[in-house]
């Protein structure tokens, strides 16, 4: 099925460790994006892309890295983990294309941080 | 910067009632506008859009028409249902193709049968 599709589901990391949340879709989407999601505070913009090869913070950028070598593969860097990185990571794609709009999202990564 | 605003919940509502969840905004420019649900242990899904000024966007019975004066992008439904039950959030973007997007924090509505 179309979509964005992200692994892993759930994961468990130590502090300090490092790891990539992977996020590919196969709608041919130009913009991508990496959000996080904790409680009270909706989703909170990390990194976006506007194309392959075009990446930017967003609002919460420290502590993560991304790049996207494809149109398809959008992947999130934790570069040393830290407790306060424990939330669920969504990733996300749109187009302009025909006038479309909107975000069509993962099912989202729950990361933990100990 | 933008931002976004909407009311808190939860929301408990009884079957067949009339709801409404507010939002308003505020954004130096013309921003589209957006609401999206999350079901429980998912992503989050497009419910509805307005691009511009008195559209109005509406899916699966929610409609809500984007109010330049009053900044507002207002959630209704004239009856709700049990599966209704989710998490609504309100969200803004003035990027082409509604990238960048701003959210804000999430309403969360319990439908009682």
């Known amino acids: 099925n179309a979509g964005v599709t992200q692994t892993p589901k759930f994961q468990v990391l130590k502090t300090g460790q490092s790891m990539t949340l992977q996020c590919a879709q196969d709608?041919?989407?130009?913009?991508m994006s990496w959000y996080r999601q904790d409680p009270g505070m909706g989703l909170r913009l990390i990194h976006y892309s506007v194309g392959a090869g075009i990446t930017d913070q967003g609002e919460v950028p420290n502590g993560y890295n991304v790049s996207r070598s494809t149109t398809e593969d959008f992947p999130l860097r934790l570069l040393s983990a830290a407790p306060s990185q424990t939330s669920v990571y969504f990733c996300?794609?749109?187009?302009?294309?025909?006038?479309?709009?909107?975000?069509?999202f993962g099912s989202g990564t729950r990361l933990t941080v100990v | 910067g933008d931002s976004v605003t909407q009311m808190e919940g939860p929301v408990t509502l009884s079957e067949e009632a009339f709801l409404t969840i507010n939002c308003t905004y505020t954004?130096?420019?013309?921003?589209?506008l957006f609401w999206y649900v999350q079901y429980p242990g998912e992503g989050l899904q497009l419910l509805l859009k307005?691009?511009?000024?008195?559209d109005k966007g509406s899916n699966k019975g929610f409609e809500a028409t984007y109010r330049k004066e009053t900044t507002s992008f207002h959630l209704e439904k004239g009856s709700v249902q049990v599966s209704d039950s989710a998490v609504y959030f309100c969200?803004?973007?003035?990027?082409?193709?509604?990238?960048?997007?701003?959210f804000g924090a999430g309403t969360r509505l319990f439908v009682k049968a």
């Open positions: 954004a130096t420019g013309y921003p589209s």
């Open positions: 969200a803004l973007s003035d990027q082409p193709g509604g990238f960048k997007t701003i």
């Open positions: 996300a794609s749109s187009t302009q294309i025909q006038g479309r709009y909107g975000y069509t």
């Open positions: 307005a691009t511009k000024a008195d």
């Open positions: 709608m041919n989407h130009e913009y």
